[in-house]
């Protein structure tokens, strides 16, 4: 027997603790939050087994399928995959989730809807373990909408708040645009694959060793369109406007979204199809200039905001940036071991950020400060994840960003400097976060007590596990590159990487605390100097507007044409046929008067019609 | 043929004044008479054929002598109707009557 036989067990008890929850509805209590955490306990459990398993490398890859529907001769299945990718997917989604369900004890405990919110991250988790453990791209796409079903919920849990109402409505519309791109990548792989095969292990042979089956321009064309797909859901330019939005959820949310559940799926869909990529130069070089500039982007507009997720929110954006970069230079191991580090950081920052939220009631950082003196455990905690995502030794992020920068050095030296410049906007901004907010003097009014055990439990994990997870795979010992992607990564640590990176993040960080804590550079030297560029990072670029301009304005005024052309043609040409019908109604009422001398000379003129047609016939 | 032609034509002629009497006239003791009339205009033409026709048989005779016992019948029924209306109506006007469309 083996773990990975049962692996489909792992997103069945979330499944079940869903199906459980909904049904006990609002009546079943605080007590029914436990449900949804002892699922993903479980979950957990069962995920670490499959992986201890796949690290002793004793058992060969396994997959089960069944035949889920029989047309003509095509057969389609559905099943799971265990995989090294797979169990690492699974151990850092469960781990996650765990920790958030915890957390979400404490930061929901006064929320009269804590057993529907429990329900939908249940279901969350559940969806992104489900397209974790897909064998083929269809069953991934299934549960990829459901990933985004569930993230419309609870982006939209306060839905009393218009703005979660737009926020959920703009999360759910935004990412479509990019479910379209992989829905029609979805189909052109049917039309082009011999055999109509989706599964990955097909996609993985038809694009290795029968290299031509598929058309240069086909293939392009197909790793683009799935490529729309992850930029939709990871939040890449252009259509990295729903994430900061997505901040109006619950905290533990954004840690969910911004960790494990939501954005890593973008990522993990290219790893999965990463053979499709490969064929295409043109694909990954997109791949890797969308990454880099993502990654660019979203860090200095994470400069000039003022609230403490969207921050977070953007360093999210940014980094994910890092991670297609590292699939668009062709290192999957690198981004997978951003993707795994970055999981436990981002859910670290978020949950400290939540737990700041729950003491100080605000989310705007120019309020707080002080936070530190009475949150030791969060400030400390926090500080961690910052250093972590800053990218200094010895804390996870700055393994997982070198080995990235690496990898963009060898073959795209620009977006290596991009990287770089990149890691020192990350390195500011989260200086100036951490030091507005927990160094100085308190700024607003309400009184900072440290969060309960239940919350700060989860960021001590957390915290932790930021420190070590960079250590499976550093420049002088790693296996976990290997591990992941079954082929060694190409040996070239680069002192000249690490002295850079570590460099630029220092030089961020001393920054930021010269402007932020020390106070020996004034906070509007540059914005003094050069009022306008802070106005347009304040304003994300104004890429909003834009899009308002451009996209929602002239699509607004088209549906209001069209629901005119409804009201007046359409209705109009149906309202027209019944009064027709009723006008002839009408008509035919007249014509019976009861006056029996009438019905005889309406007979009679019958008649005669009937007579002259049959006497005409026979003349004609 | 001639007399076959002039009888034929005479009940006609008979025929349109009863139908156009049915049609127009108001008073319902004159459409009564008048349905009587093209009753009659058909025996005439029964009687030709039967005289005059491709081939003469008694048969025509003797059906208009039923088509008359027939109508007598009728008559009798009609006229026992109008007293009825008259009585409930005070009137014979058919114009008055609509009560079909109810």
Redesign the interface.
Known sequence: MTFAQYAWLVPLFPVAAFAVLITLGRGAGRQAAWIGTLASLVSLILSLCIAGERLSGTVDEYNAHFTWLQIGNYSLNAGFDVTNLTSLMLVVVTLVSFLVNLYSHGYMRDDERITTFFAYVALFTASMLGLVLSDNLLTLYIFWELVGVCSFLLVGFWFQKPEAKAAAKKAFIVTRIGDLGLLIALLLLFWYMPGNALDFSSIHNVFTTEAGVIAGGITTLIALLIFLGAVGKSGQFPLHVWLPDAMEGPTPISALIHAATMVAAGVFLVARTFVIFQASDAAMTTVAVIGGFTAIFAATIGLAQNDIKRILAYSTVSQLGYMMLALGVGSVSAAMFHLFTHAFFKALLFLGAGSVIHAVHTQDIREMGGVGRNMKITAWTFGIGALALSGIPPFAGFWSKDAILTAALTHQPLLFWVGAVTAFLTALYMARLFFMVFAGNPRGEAHAHESPAIMTLPLIVLAVLAVVAGFVETPFNGWFGEWVTGEKPEAHTSAMVIVVSVAVSLLGVYLGWLIYAKGTVRRDIVSSRIPGLVKVLENKYYIDELYRFILVKPLGGLGKALAVFDEYVVDGVVRMAGQSAAGLGRLNARL??????G???TA?IGLVIIALAIAGRRFW | MNMLASYLTLAAVLFCIG?YG???KRNAII?LLSIELMLNAVNLNLVAFSKYGVQPSLTGQLFSLFTMTVAAAEAAVGVAILVAIYRARASVN??E??????
Do not use: W
């Open positions: 019976q008067s009861g006056q029996l001398q019905y005889a000379l009679l | 139908l049915v049609i127009v459409v058919v114009d009557f609509d009560e079909l469309r109810r």
